[in-house]
């Protein structure tokens, strides 16, 4: 299976890295054509307003927006979640398809990265939060709560999508590797119901 990282700047290599470990293909994205046989897709980190700036130039977003809505399995983290959000509080909406209010660099700047424990889904360890966006609202009962640092909101999911603010890629431990297999093998929400 050929999975498709959108690779304008950010943390696309680890991803790829990820998808190698559990015996898919990476694909870089770094134009339209490269969308064409994926079997899924993941928006990495990075900075949300530096993609956006360089899909100025592109036009690439409209299209990953068109294959997220024909239900390909998508997999965000950090700046790929603003990316998707439906409200962003500090920014403007880019590509909205799942159902969240974020704030962008909620936890603080670079300095103020840090290393926490999250429940995802039935796991709990600790992952990387780096300029981390906060889900500050649900917005629609589609959505499911499938990860959380304290009592922040740092996982959800809403049909074909599953937006992280976290980076579960820097860890590679071996329950989110497995649930990454069964999230592109199945292609939908696993474990969210």
């Known amino acids: 299976m050929k999975v498709g990282i959108l690779s304008f700047q950010g943390s696309f290599l680890d991803h790829s890295k990820s998808v190698s470990e559990i015996g898919f293909h990476p694909l870089l994205i770094k134009q339209s054509k490269d969308l064409d046989s994926i ?48 409200e962003v509080i500090d920014g403007d909406e880019t590509i909205p398809n799942i159902d969240i209010e974020v704030i962008r660099n909620a936890y603080g700047r670079q300095a103020e990265s840090f290393e926490g424990s999250v429940k995802f889904f039935e796991n709990e360890d600790i992952y990387c939060f780096i300029r981390a966006p906060k889900i500050t609202k649900i917005l629609s009962d589609e959505v499911n709560i499938i990860a959380e640092h304290n009592d922040d909101i740092v996982g959800t999911s809403q049909k074909n999508v599953v937006a992280l603010t976290f980076h579960p890629e820097l860890n590679n431990d071996d329950y989110y590797l497995n649930w990454l297999y069964d999230f592109i093998q199945e292609g939908k929400n696993v474990r969210s119901l």
């Open 39 to 86: 079997d899924a897709l993941i928006l990495p980190g990075g900075e949300s307003t530096a993609m956006k700036k360089i899909n100025d130039f592109s036009g690439l977003l409209g299209n990953v927006d068109e294959i997220i809505k024909d239900g390909t399995p998508t997999l965000t983290t950090c700046a790929g979640t603003i990316l998707l959000a439906k």
